[in-house]
């Protein structure tokens, strides 16, 4: 059975970074693409980043691009987020979820539990 | 706002059946990509119910089905029961986004 455990969050002032990890056991890490989604308090999910089963290629929603960056240690069988410039709007509970090689058309078919992110002053 | 849309929410006696829909446009649904759903249980992570517009994962009950058409998909839920309460969400990829997509949730209410 495969498990993705988050960590990282905590509560952060508006401008400064913040970095997730995801620590994935019980599957081949290196074989499965992965995102970070994220949950407004309230709110719906929004996809975040994807990066491929190699970490070659990598993808953001327009929200983030330019300020975060998704990375991952195969070695580790941990996957990364880097949260620079943050804003309160970036809010939210940040879920790991695998999903196939990373293709267009694969399920996010495993998730973690998540982590709170919180920007405030 | 998001781009598929759902219903906010939908509801439904224990034993009956409801549906939820999805709507895309020709950017998604409408251009093949892929229509997944995902059910979210009160103060938990989201689970995966349905990939690929009607497959169910293994421990799925056949209680739940998918279906899709041209710029649609609809979820289906049978024999409700109270555990069925929960958020569900579909997804699937924008090509003009170049983004994976979710819509904005539909709450399940079990009279």
């Known amino acids: 059975q495969g498990q993705l455990v988050e960590s990282g969050g905590g509560v952060v002032q508006p401008g400064r970074s913040l970095r997730l990890s995801c620590a994935a056991s019980?599957?081949?890490?290196?074989?499965?693409?992965l995102h970070w989604v994220r949950q407004a308090p309230g709110k719906g999910l929004e996809w975040v980043t994807v990066?491929?089963?190699?970490?070659?290629?990598?993808d953001y929603a327009d929200s983030v691009k330019g300020r975060f960056t998704v990375s991952r240690d195969n070695s580790k069988n941990t996957l990364y987020l880097q949260m620079n410039s943050l804003r309160p709007e970036d809010t939210a509970v940040y879920y790991c979820?695998?999903?196939?090689?990373?293709?267009?058309?694969?399920?996010?078919?495993?998730w973690g539990q998540g982590t709170m992110v919180t920007v405030s002053s | 706002q998001s781009v598929l849309t759902q219903p906010p929410s939908v509801s439904g006696a224990p034993g009956q059946r409801v549906t939820i829909s999805c709507t895309g446009s020709t950017s998604d649904i409408g251009a093949g990509s892929a229509v997944h759903w995902y059910q979210q249980l009160p103060g938990t992570a989201p689970k995966l119910l349905i990939y690929?517009?009607?497959n169910r994962p293994s421990g799925v009950p056949d209680r739940f089905s998918g279906s899709r058409s041209a710029t649609s998909a609809s979820l289906a839920i049978s024999g409700l029961q109270a555990e069925d309460e929960a958020d569900y969400y579909c997804?699937?990829?924008?090509?003009?986004?170049?983004?994976?997509?979710f819509g904005g949730g539909t709450k399940l209410t079990v009279l």
């Open positions: 690929r517009n009607n």
């Open positions: 997804q699937s990829y924008d090509n003009s986004l170049s983004a994976w997509v």
């Open positions: 979820a695998s999903s196939g090689v990373g293709a267009r058309d694969d399920a996010f078919d495993l």
């Open positions: 019980g599957f081949t890490f290196s074989s499965f693409g």
């Open positions: 990066v491929s089963y190699d970490g070659n290629d990598q």
